[in-house]
């Protein structure tokens, strides 16, 4: 019965050990996958004024790393948009990433209005698949 017990505890023991090191490496690999947002927001707080407006998919990292009234674009139609574009207290920034779900409309919203490409955060270190773009509205 000992040889059982201590069988059965060994075992755990194993298994649970293989299944930090699995969680460990899930983790490590998974702690920078929003860097490129954080980023954005950062650049956006020291790149405009606290009474500016930014338009954004990741409301609520934008809100927090910008510190700036943010807007979510997935509550918008394209029409809201244009209207928040031409209104007097118009959005300063425009930001479109893979990190969060859009409308198919807001990713090409930004070449269809002409707007300005000021920032662009890439996935690879040729910069060849972007992955964040902020657009100045």
């Known amino acids: 019965k000992f040889l059982a017990i201590l069988f059965i505890i060994l075992l755990l023991i194993f298994a649970m050990n293989s299944q930090i090191r699995h969680a460990d490496s899930l983790i490590k690999n998974k702690k920078d996958s929003y860097s490129q947002v954080m980023e954005a927001g950062l650049w956006i707080k020291e790149n405009s004024k606290e009474t500016e407006v930014i338009m954004s998919s990741s409301y609520l990292q934008i809100k927090f790393y910008a510190d700036r009234e943010t807007i979510s674009v ?28 859009q409308e198919p409309w807001t990713l090409s919203y930004a070449q269809k209005n002409n707007l300005t490409l000021v920032r662009a955060y890439f996935a690879d270190v040729t910069n060849q698949q972007p992955v964040l773009l902020i657009y100045e509205m």
Do not use: G
């Open 74 to 101: 997935n509550s918008l139609t394209e029409e809201e948009m244009d209207k928040l574009r031409n209104s007097t207290n118009k959005p300063k920034y425009y930001m479109v990433s893979i990190f969060e779900h």
